[in-house]
C-alpha cells in the first residue's frame, strides 16, 4: 500500500498543467508553409530553417504540422493569437540540388489541445489519417472541424491554402502543411498519469517500491529463477543451449565472471555484477567516466540472463548515444522509441511475422566459440601471471641473499632442484590451521608429519616460511637465467588477440540468446503481431492497444527497450513489473514525478547520474509538500518525497550504495584539471594524462572591451564568437564545434549570428551548434566556444545564476580538445574569478616519484644516453614505471611486476593499452641485472615498435581518444574488436 500511497502524493504534487499553447510561431519562430506535406522547393527561407535544424540537430527542434488552425479568439479568459497545427511531427530535411525531402523522425502527435483521449484514439483512428493525399482527401475538412471543435477551438470556415492575411477575429481551419520549430519539452499529464498507476495491483513488487519503502517482493536475479542463456563457466544457473537446466558451476550470481562484448573497467564489472543480485544499484561520476559503457555492458548482461530491460533517459540525445553504444557492439538489437523510419520498419519486420527464433543447434555452436574464446584467454592469462610470479620471486632473491648459508643449511632439501615447494608451502599451511577440537588437532598433526619429511628439517613454523620463500626465489631466479629472462611482448599480443575473439564470440552468442526460439512462445507471437499493429496506430490509440498486449510475453521476445521517460509513459504497457531491470539515465536531471512510471514498470533499477551537473527544475513550495505528506500520512518520507530538491538519482542514494567511475576518458589533462579539483574533490583518475598533452595549454580566454548587456544580449561577445568561429572554418575540428552560454537570449543573439553567417551546408560542414548550457548537458564537441555574456556591472542575480557549480561544471566539461572561453569581465570574482585564473596558469606535469632498485638504475643510465626519463608516471590510478623520451614520442617501460600482485599488473596493462600508450619491458632478469646492456637495447628500440614492446591504438584525440560520448575507445576486458553493427529496432 505505501507505493500507491507515495504514487498518490506524488500526483498531489504534479503541476496542474502547463499554459495551453495556441500559437507555434513568434519571433525566431517560423511558420513557413509547404506547397505539399513531402517535399518543398530550396529557397532562402527553408535553408535558414535547415540551419537552424542542424544548428540544434542533438533536440530536434523541425516540426511539421498538418491541418492548422489559424486566427484569434477569445480564449483562456483573454483574446489569443492562433496558429496551431491539429497535427504535428517531428521531421527532417533531407536536401537535393533543388528540394528539400521531409523525412519524419518522430510520432505523429494529435494536438494536446484534445484532452479527452477517447476521442483523441477516434480522431487518430480516421482512415488514411496524415497519409499520401489526405489534406486534398473529401473528409478531411470534416476531420479537421471536428478536431478543432475538440480542442475549444470553433472554427468559421475550413480552406484548403493558407490566408494570404490571417483575420486575428475569427478562426480558421487550413488543410495544408507547414514547417516551424519548437524547443518546448511536452509536460505530460502527469497528474493523471500517477493517479491511474496508484491503483493499478503489483506494486509492492517493483523497483519503485524498492527506492522508496525498501521492501519488495523476494530477491532473484535479473532474468527470474532460471534464465534463457548464460555465460559459460559464468557460475550461475540458466539453461543450456538446448533449453534446460543447467546447474550452478559454482559461486553466486554476482560473482561470476563478467563476459562483455564492451571493453570495462574493474569498476564498470562491478557495477555489472551488483546488477545481477541487488534490487537497487547507484553510479555516479564526473563527466567522460564511461558511464554510458556500464550500463549498456549491465543492460546486455541481464538480457543475456534472460531478463529484459528498459533504458530511460531524460533527452532525446542520450537515449540517441546509448542506442549508438549499442548498434557499435555485438549484442542484441534494442527497441528504440521516437525515430518514425526505425519504427515504420520494425512494424513491417513485425507485420511479416517473426521466424522460428534462433535455433538449438545455432546456441550450442555460440556458446561452444565462447567457451573456447574463454579457455584462450585464461590460458594466456595463466601463462603471463605465471611468468609474472617467477619474475617477481626472482627479483626479491637480492633479499634473501644474506639468509641462504644459514637456511640452506638448516634445511637442504628444500634447496634441492626436485623438491616439490608447492606441495610443501600447501602442507606448511595445513599444519598451521587455526581451530579447536581433536579432528583439527588431529589434521594439524599428520600435516605436521608430512611437512617434516617434505622439507627434510624440523624448524620453526616461521622459520620454514621464511625457507621456502628464499628457496623459491632462487629457484626462479636461476630458471629466468636458464631461458634468458621474462619476455611477455609475444604473449601481450596474444593475449589482446584472444580477448578480442572473446568479445566478437561474447557479442554474437548474446543476439543469438536474445532471439532464442525460446523466447518465442505463441503468446510472444501474438504480443509481437499486435505491437506491429499499435506501432502503426496514432499516439492515443496506440496506448489503449499496448494497454491490452501480453506485456511480459513481448518483453520476453523483445527484451531491450531504449527511450526517454515521456516516450516511456506513452508508448508502453501499463504494467508493474513488466521489465525485469530499469536502467534510469541522467537520474540527477530527472524529477520524481517525471521517473516513477518508469521504475514501475520494472523490478529492479539501476540508476545513474551526477549530482554536480545540471539538475531537474521544480517550482513546488515547501509548504505544499509538507501539506502533502501530512494529509496521506507519509511524514516518514519526507526525506525521499521533497520533490524540491530531490531527484529520482537522490531518491535512489538513499536506497543503495553508489558506485564511482573514477577514471576519465575525454579530455586532456588542462580540460578536466578545474572541475577534478573543484567539483570532484580530486577524486578523478585522469586515464587520457601522456606526456603528449599534460602540459597543452588548451583554455584561451578572449576578453571584450567595452561591451554592455542590453535585453540579456552582450552582444561585444557575440561578435568575438563570431570571429573565433570564422578563424575555426578554414580548419574545422573533425568533432565539431559547439558554443555555449548559461542564457538565453544570449544563445538566441548567438544562433541569428551564426545563421546569417553561415548557410546549412557549412554548419554541417563546421559540425557547428549553439545553444544554451542546459542544451548541452551530456554532449560534447572538440572545440567549444563559452560566452558567458556577463558585464561587470549586470546584476548580482545575473552572475549567481552563470556562477551556479552545477551550470558552470557543465558549460566548463563539454569540450574534448579545446576550450576558448569569451568574456567581458574586468574583475571576475568567486567561480568564474576563479576558473579564469585557472585558465591563465599554464599545465604543470605532475611531479616524479622516486623509485629503487633496477628501477632507479635503469634510469640513471637511459638518462645517461640522453633520454628523458620521469619514474612513476601517473596515468589513472596506475603508475608507469619509467616514462622515457617526450612529447608524442614517450613511450612507457616497465620494469618490474606491479607492487599489487599479477592481477594488477594485467589490469594496468589492459587501461595503459586501452589508453594509447606504446610500452616496453625491462624485467632485470633479461638482461641478467645489467642496467648498461638493457638501456643501450632499450635506447635503440624505443621510437619504434620491435621486440618487447607493445603499440597501443592512438586515436585521433591521442591517449585515451573516445569513440563516443563518455566512453573510452579501444581494449579491453572485452577486447579490440568490434562486431558489425546489428539492425536496430525501434517502437
Known amino acids: 500500500m505505501e ?72 480564449l483562456d479568459g483573454s483574446h489569443r493569437r492562433v496558429r496551431v497545427p491539429l497535427l504535428a511531427q517531428p521531421v527532417r530535411l533531407e536536401r537535393t540540388s533543388r528540394t528539400y525531402r521531409i523525412v519524419p523522425a518522430g510520432d505523429l502527435e494529435l494536438t494536446t489541445l484534445i484532452e479527452d483521449r477517447d476521442l483523441a484514439g477516434r480522431l487518430e483512428a480516421a482512415p488514411g489519417l496524415a497519409g499520401s493525399g489526405w489534406l ?111 546447474a550452478d558451476a559454482g559461486g553466486v550470481a554476482g560473482e561470476a565472471e563478467v563476459l562483455s562484448p564492451l571493453p570495462l573497467s574493474p569498476a564498470q564489472r562491478d557495477v555489472v555484477r551488483r546488477t545481477r543480485v541487488e534490487p537497487v544499484v547507484v553510479v555516479s561520476g564526473a563527466p567522460g567516466n564511461g558511464k554510458s559503457h556500464a550500463l549498456v555492458a549491465a543492460a546486455l548482461d541481464a538480457v543475456d540472463r534472460g531478463g529484459s530491460v528498459l533504458v530511460a533517459t531524460q533527452s532525446v540525445h542520450a537515449a540517441d548515444v546509448l542506442g549508438e553504444l549499442l548498434r557499435r557492439h555485438s549484442g542484441p538489437a534494442p527497441v528504440l522509441f521516437g525515430d518514425a523510419e526505425r519504427r515504420e520498419t520494425i512494424a513491417a519486420d513485425l507485420a511479416g511475422g517473426a ?56 634445511l637442504p632439501h628444500l634447496f ?85 575473439a572473446l568479445a566478437e564470440a561474447v557479442g554474437t552468442a548474446m543476439r543469438h540468446r536474445a532471439t532464442s526460439a525460446h523466447r518465442w512462445s505463441d503468446a510472444a507471437r501474438r504480443a509481437t503481431g499486435g505491437l506491429a499493429a499499435a506501432l502503426r496506430a496514432g499516439r492515443n490509440r496506440r496506448r489503449e492497444l499496448l494497454a491490452g498486449l501480453d506485456a511480459r510475453a513481448l518483453v520476453r521476445a523483445l527484451p531491450l527497450w531504449v527511450g526517454t521517460v515521456t516516450d516511456v509513459e506513452d508508448l508502453l504497457p501499463p504494467m508493474p513489473g513488466m521489465f525485469d531491470l530499469v536502467v534510469l539515465d541522467e537520474a540527477a536531471h530527472i524529477d520524481q514525478l517525471r521517473a516513477a512510471p518508469a521504475l514501475a514498470r520494472a523490478r529492479r533499477a539501476l540508476v545513474a547520474g551526477d549530482p554536480r551537473q545540471l539538475r531537474f527544475v521544480s517550482f513546488v513550495a515547501d509548504v505544499d509538500v509538507a501539506a502533502t505528506l501530512r494529509r496521506h500520512g507519509l511524514e516518514r518520507f519526507g526525506d525521499r518525497l521533497d520533490v524540491r530538491r530531490s531527484s529520482a538519482f537522490d531518491v535512489a542514494t538513499g536506497a543503495a550504495p553508489v558506485t564511482w567511475l573514477g577514471e576519465h576518458h575525454r579530455s586532456v589533462p588542462h580540460l578536466i584539471g578545474f572541475s577534478a579539483r573543484r567539483f570532484y574533490g580530486d577524486r578523478l583518475e585522469l586515464v587520457t594524462r601522456h606526456p603528449r598533452n599534460e602540459r597543452a595549454d588548451v583554455i584561451d580566454v578572449v576578453t571584450v572591451e567595452g561591451a554592455s ?4 544580449v552582450n552582444q561585444a561577445e557575440v561578435t568575438a564568437v563570431l570571429d573565433l568561429v570564422r578563424r575555426l572554418a578554414a580548419d574545422p575540428p573533425p568533432g565539431g564545434i559547439a558554443v555555449v552560454t548559461p542564457f538565453r537570449a544570449q544563445a538566441d543573439a548567438v544562433e541569428a549570428a551564426l545563421l546569417a553567417a553561415y548557410d546549412v551546408d557549412e554548419i554541417e560542414r563546421l559540425g557547428l551548434r549553439s545553444g544554451t548550457v542546459h542544451a548541452f548537458q551530456g554532449s560534447e564537441a572538440d572545440v567549444v566556444i563559452a560566452s558567458l555574456g556577463l558585464v561587470d556591472g549586470d546584476p548580482p542575480a545575473r552572475h549567481r545564476f552563470a556562477a551556479g557549480p552545477n551550470l558552470f561544471n557543465v558549460l566548463v566539461t563539454r569540450a574534448r580538445r579545446r576550450l576558448t572561453v569569451v568574456t567581458s569581465l574586468r574583475s571576475p570574482e568567486g567561480l568564474v574569478g576563479d576558473f579564469l585564473a585557472y585558465a591563465d596558469r599554464p599545465p604543470v606535469a605532475p611531479e616524479a616519484v622516486p623509485v629503487t632498485g633496477w628501477t632507479a638504475e635503469l634510469a640513471e643510465e637511459l638518462s645517461r644516453l640522453g633520454l628523458p626519463v620521469r619514474p612513476g608516471y601517473p596515468v589513472g590510478r596506475w603508475r608507469v614505471d619509467l616514462c622515457v623520451g617526450g612529447d608524442a614520442d614517450a613511450v612507457g617501460v616497465i620494469c618490474g611486476v606491479h607492487p599489487d600482485g599479477a592481477a594488477a599488473h594485467l589490469e594496468r596493462q589492459r587501461t595503459l593499452i586501452r589508453a594509447g600508450w606504446r610500452l616496453h619491458e625491462a624485467f632485470a632478469s633479461r638482461w641478467a641485472g645489467d642496467p648498461i646492456r638493457a638501456a643501450l637495447e632499450l635506447a635503440s628500440g624505443i621510437g619504434a615498435a620491435g621486440p618487447g614492446s607493445e603499440s597501443g591504438p592512438d586515436g585521433p584525440d591521442g591517449p585515451g581518444s573516445e569513440s563516443g560520448p563518455d566512453e573510452p575507445a579501444g581494449p579491453g576486458t572485452g577486447g579490440t574488436a568490434r562486431a558489425g553493427a546489428q539492425p536496430t529496432r525501434a517502437a
Not at 566459440?369 to 603471463?384: H, M, P
Not at 605465471?386 to 620471486?393: K, P, S, V
Open 709 to 712: 548587456v542590453v535585453d540579456g
Open 416 to 500: 634441492d632442484p626436485d623438491t616439490d615447494l608447492d606441495a610443501v608451502h600447501t602442507t606448511l599451511v595445513a599444519s598451521t590451521a587455526p581451530g579447536d577440537g581433536w579432528w583439527r588437532r588431529w589434521r594439524r598433526s599428520r600435516a605436521g608429519t608430512r611437512l617434516r619429511r617434505l622439507s627434510g628439517g624440523d624448524v620453526p613454523a616461521e622459520r620454514l616460511r621464511t625457507a621456502v620463500e628464499a628457496a623459491g626465489a632462487v629457484r626462479a631466479a636461476a630458471r629466468l637465467a636458464a631461458t634468458g629472462g621474462t619476455d611477455l611482448a609475444g604473449s601481450w599480443r596474444a593475449l589482446a588477440t584472444a580477448e578480442a
Open 3 to 74: 507505493a500507491a500511497e507515495i504514487l498518490t502524493a506524488l500526483a498531489d504534487l504534479a503541476p496542474a498543467g502547463a499554459e495551453r499553447a495556441f500559437d507555434v510561431s513568434g519571433a525566431g519562430r517560423p511558420l513557413i508553409w509547404l506547397p505539399g506535406p513531402d517535399r518543398a522547393p530550396r529557397d532562402a527561407r527553408l535553408d535558414r530553417l535547415a540551419a537552424l535544424d542542424a544548428l540544434h540537430r542533438d533536440q530536434r527542434i523541425l516540426r511539421r504540422g498538418l491541418a492548422f488552425v489559424v486566427g484569434g479568439a477569445d
Open 355 to 410: 521466424g522460428a527464433g534462433t535455433d538449438d543447434a545455432t546456441l550450442r555452436t555460440a556458446e561452444a566459440a565462447v567457451a573456447s574464446a574463454a579457455d584462450r584467454v585464461r590460458a594466456l592469462s595463466d601463462a603471463i601471471t605465471a611468468a609474472l610470479d617467477q619474475e617477481h620471486r626472482a627479483a626479491t632473491l637480492p633479499d634473501w641473499q644474506p639468509l641462504l648459508p644459514a637456511l640452506s643449511r638448516d
Open 136 to 246: 486534398g482527401a473529401p473528409g478531411t475538412r470534416a476531420w479537421i472541424t471536428a478536431a478543432a471543435e475538440a480542442a475549444g477551438l470553433k472554427l468559421a470556415t475550413v480552406q484548403a491554402r493558407p490566408p494570404r492575411r490571417v483575420d486575428d477575429e475569427t478562426l480558421v481551419g487550413v488543410a495544408a502543411a507547414a514547417l516551424f520549430t519548437t524547443r518546448d519539452v511536452l509536460g505530460g499529464r502527469l497528474r493523471d498519469t500517477l493517479l491511474a498507476w496508484a491503483v493499478r495491483p503489483g506494486l509492492a513488487d517493483t523497483a519503485l517500491s524498492r527506492l522508496y519503502t525498501g521492501q519488495g517482493g523476494e530477491t532473484v536475479p535479473v532474468g527470474g529463477d532460471v534464465p534463457v542463456g548464460g555465460n559459460v563457466r559464468g557460475g550461475r544457473r540458466g539453461r543450456r543451449a538446448d533449453g534446460r537446466r543447467r
